[in-house]
């Protein structure tokens, strides 16, 4: 049917636009390629025995305050698809940063490259931000189905491209990366242009829902964990640095294969998607945490299993919000995005400026023991009762769109296409009078309006939705109302 050969459609390419962003993540910050630009800042960014390259360091403090501006702005002006310069902003100074922070160095002359390589790890977290929240809209928009698969498939197609830029000489790959945002952000433009502009009545609708505080509480806590994980595990000697950060894609892709088959196949709720796959990978990586290498690389790659598994269970939980309190899909994945990077960017300081404390095999053993206890402690209080109260915890997210679809009205799914095509408040009522069969004299006494003013209508309609006659209108309508 054509509905869903648009679909797979869409699916393809926001999967190849949503992969160009994931492959440049990896690249750029775990990749040894992009490691000794800024060797000689550590010491200016944050003491000088620091392990935390600083190109993660900025870049992360700079994505937190970006993320955090992008969510005061979409609290009044939304959907933010809608600030169409928003994209080409984010693709350009993501690619501009990632230059800056790679080959621009050792271009210009040693007294300016410092500040060339800070100018450059800050645009690469303002860009980014920008890039991942309109992901992050765009997808939760369309429900958490489509954002799983999508998901899904853009984290396997990222690894290829993340393998072919391995091989390539370090020069031509570094400029291959700062590529990656344009490609991403041209894509995402590409399928923005295709969609109407959504009416007056749609845009900007300003949010009065309270802060979603369990998700956040979350967030923030799986943020931190990462970050100690970064600050505590990740440096590791030189010759294992490459067999980190392969094992590290590795168990991402694995990750997102897992999430899919238990999602899909097994059909977890939620809550068994967190108690019985997610926490415990989290905690047995810690376990690692006093052991030396090569085990401690292993106890990297089982954390980030973990790790990355729950971060696809949130984005689908914002998917979820967003649909069922009807809110900015911008809104939802701003204030995750935001609790998750504020973790990430407390957690990496807190184990930095505490390995100085910790000294000897004792000490880190006492530390892994104490954050596989924090996690226990959160499994049971904040998901345990927050998930009950909010009603997410119980939620399959590859059965939320035919739950929603149980019981739908013909009008719910005449709103539905109405807003995802665009429509305006007049076609919006001829539409749902073409959905019951009604013909033209009909609408026109109903709605009060002329003969030409009902063709004029039709014919937009009918452009807006891409079909060519009321019983494809008719059709299509009801495959939504299917489908959910």
């Not at 054509?2 to 990896?26: K, N, Q, V, Y």
């Not at 991942?132 to 698969?149: D, I, Q, T």
């Not at 429509?423 to 073409?434: G, K, M």
């Not at 494809?472 to 959910?484: F, P, Q, S, T």
């Amino acid at each position: 049917m054509e509905i869903h050969e648009r679909r797979r459609r869409w699916l393809t390419l926001d999967a190849l636009g949503f992969a160009a962003h994931w492959a440049w993540i990896w690249c750029v910050f775990w990749s040894n390629r992009f490691y000794d630009e800024g060797a000689a800042l550590e010491s200016l960014v944050l003491s000088p025995v620091s392990m935390l390259e600083p190109l993660w360091v900025l870049s992360l403090f700079s994505n937190v305050v970006a993320i955090a501006a992008l969510l005061l702005v979409a609290r009044v002006r939304n959907p933010l698809s809608e600030l169409r310069s928003l994209p080409v902003e984010g693709a350009v100074l993501t690619a501009l940063g990632t230059l800056c922070a790679s080959l621009v160095p050792d271009l210009v002359r040693p007294e300016a490259a410092s500040t060339v390589y800070l100018m450059g790890a800050v645009l690469t977290g303002v860009g980014s931000a920008t890039v991942v929240v309109l992901w992050g809209e765009r997808l939760a928009e369309c429900g958490p189905r489509y954002l799983v698969r999508c998901f899904v498939a853009a984290i396997f197609l990222g690894a290829a491209a993340y393998g072919l830029l391995a091989v390539l000489p370090p020069m031509a790959s570094q400029v291959a990366v700062a590529a990656l945002p344009v490609v991403s952000m041209g894509i995402y433009l590409d399928q923005t242009r295709r969609r109407p502009r959504l009416p007056q009545q749609y845009l900007n609708v300003r949010v009065r829902a309270r802060i979603p505080v369990p998700l956040v509480l979350v967030a923030l806590f799986f943020g931190f964990s990462f970050g100690l994980m970064k600050g505590l595990m990740a440096p590791v000697g030189p010759s294992w640095i490459a067999v980190r950060d392969a094992l590290n894609i590795v168990a991402i892709v694995a990750a997102a294969g897992a999430f899919y088959v238990t999602s899909v196949v097994y059909r977890m709720d939620f809550d068994h998607l967190t108690y019985q796959v997610a926490l415990p990978l989290v905690a047995a990586g810690f376990l690692f945490l006093p052991l030396r290498e090569p085990l401690s690389v292993v106890g990297t790659a089982v954390y980030q299993f973990g790790y990355q598994y729950f971060y696809l269970v949130l984005w689908a939980i914002w998917a979820v919000l967003a649909a069922r309190e009807k809110l900015p899909a911008a809104w939802v994945c701003a204030w995750g995005l935001l609790a998750i990077q504020i973790g990430q960017l407390a957690g990496s300081l807190a184990a930095d400026l505490g390995l100085g404390f910790l000294v000897g095999d004792g000490a880190l053993a006492m530390l892994s023991a104490a954050v596989i206890f924090a996690t226990l402690i959160v499994s049971l209080f904040v998901f345990s009762g927050r998930s009950a109260s909010t009603g997410w915890g119980s939620v399959r997210p590859m059965e939320e769109e035919a739950r929603a679809a149980e019981g739908r009205t013909l009008e719910d799914a005449c709103d539905a296409l109405s807003r995802r095509s665009r429509l305006t408040v007049r076609e919006t009522d001829v539409f749902c009078l073409l959905a019951r069969g009604r013909n033209r004299a009909f609408i026109c006494k109903e709605l009060v309006i002329g003969d030409e003013t009902v063709k004029s209508h039709v014919k937009a309609i009918y452009r807006k939705l891409n079909v060519h006659s009321q019983q494809e209108l008719i059709n299509l309508v009801e495959e939504e109302r299917a489908e959910g």
